[in-house]
């Protein structure tokens, strides 16, 4: 399957303890972006990253929000000391950036449902 | 006021039915358009991208008018594989998507 990947497909933790989630982008794709959805809404942008560089954070991405691409391939999301209110979606997206800085057609991957007790 | 605004529906229509979709953006800036259609629990994916000399796939029909901020979409002879959540999608500057909270579409035989 080469489309994007994201582990694990569905987590539920209790309040207060940390999670990572992983995606890994289609392969020839330098960017990377992280949304998050809840019930009823559509996504809204978390962060993305061009290559290994973070180069937006949306308001939302709290102090205990971390995103790395350490290598410029896949992508880890940490959440620390998780709340019920971050229970949702998370989704992971790349695409091929183009020059001037347009984007072509992000890709989603089937996303990491998070369920805080 | 949210930047992307949509009718959240449900639109509730029968099989064969045409059925008009509208979205609002609040940016000027905005530069990409786009409709995104989402099956239950699953992700979103890419229906089309929306152009101002409007475009057109198949039984489906997309329109932007910049001037207004407005941007519709029109599918014709409805089938029942095509209830989704529809998702109208800006993009500013190549980076972010910037999602309505999506039209439900229930097409019934």
């Known amino acids: 399957d080469t489309g994007v990947s994201q582990n694990p497909r569905h987590k539920i933790t209790k309040r207060g303890q940390n999670v990572t989630f992983r995606c890994d982008p289609i392969?020839?794709?330098?960017?990377l972006y992280w949304y998050r959805q809840t019930l009823g809404q559509g996504p809204e942008f978390l962060t993305y990253f061009q290559n290994e560089a973070q180069l937006e954070k949306s308001r939302l991405l709290s102090d205990r929000f971390s995103a790395e691409r350490p290598k410029g391939s896949f992508s880890t999301l940490e959440i620390q000391r998780t709340e019920q209110g971050d229970s949702a979606m998370y989704l992971c997206?790349?695409?091929?950036?183009?020059?001037?800085?347009?984007?072509?057609?992000?890709?989603f991957g089937p996303g990491t449902r998070l369920t805080v007790l | 006021r949210k930047e992307v605004e949509q009718d959240p529906g449900p639109f509730n229509v029968p099989e064969g039915a045409t059925v008009a979709f509208n979205c609002t953006y609040s940016?000027?800036?905005?530069?990409?358009f786009f409709w995104y259609r989402q099956d239950c629990r699953k992700e979103p994916k890419l229906l089309m991208s929306?152009?101002?000399s409007g475009n057109e796939d198949g039984r489906f029909t997309a329109q932007l008018n910049r001037a207004s901020q407005y941007i519709s979409l029109l599918i014709r002879d409805s089938k029942l594989s095509d209830s989704a959540t529809y998702l109208c999608?800006?993009?500013?500057?190549?980076?972010?998507?910037?999602f309505g909270a999506g039209t439900i579409l229930r097409v019934k035989s």
């Open positions: 392969s020839e794709h330098n960017r």
């Open positions: 929306v152009y101002s």
């Open positions: 940016n000027s800036a905005s530069q990409s």
């Open positions: 999608v800006v993009n500013r500057y190549g980076n972010k998507l910037v």
């Open positions: 997206a790349s695409s091929v950036g183009q020059r001037g800085g347009l984007s072509n057609e992000q890709f």
